[in-house]
Nanobody
Framework: QVQLVESGGGLVQAEGSLRLSCAAS????????MGWFRQAPGKEREFVSV????????YYAESVKGRFAVSRSDAKNTVYLQMNSLKPEDTAVYYC????????????????????WGQGTQVTVSS
């Protein structure tokens, strides 16, 4: 069982930065692939980024590539999402999620493959 708690959201002006954190409690954090997803008002939740259990592999949605960076600290049981050059279209509730797997593959991008989810943190980017 893993519990996830996001923090770090808030209101920021366009071109600003925020760093989201997702703290995990429970056993086996280092065995989990950790994903970030977001849901904008009136839209479906979408993939943002994912990091492997080792931290050595990361993927990003095209819309955030080059602006966002995902990282993890197994010592702190925490995964981070550094968001730079924020745009109004980045406004959304951001969720972290955990998937226990040792396999690489498309399941990393599928929301239904993630068993554990945080409650979300609001990010609002003003123009």
């Amino acid at each position: 069982q893993v519990q996830l708690v996001e923090s770090g959201g808030g209101l920021v002006q366009a071109e600003g930065s925020l760093r989201l954190s997702c703290a995990a409690s429970g056993y086996g954090f280092s065995t989990y692939v950790m994903g970030w997803f977001r849901q904008a008002p009136g839209k479906e939740r979408e993939f943002v980024s994912v990091i492997s259990w080792s931290g050595g592999t990361q993927y990003y949605a095209e819309s955030v590539k080059g602006r966002f960076a995902v990282s993890r600290s197994d010592a702190k049981n925490t995964v981070y999402l550094q968001m730079n050059s924020l745009k109004p279209e980045d406004t959304a509730v951001y969720y972290c999620a955990a998937q226990q797997t040792r396999a690489y593959g498309g399941h990393w991008f599928r929301q239904d493959e993630y068993r554990y989810w945080g409650q979300g943190t609001q990010v609002t980017v003003s123009s």
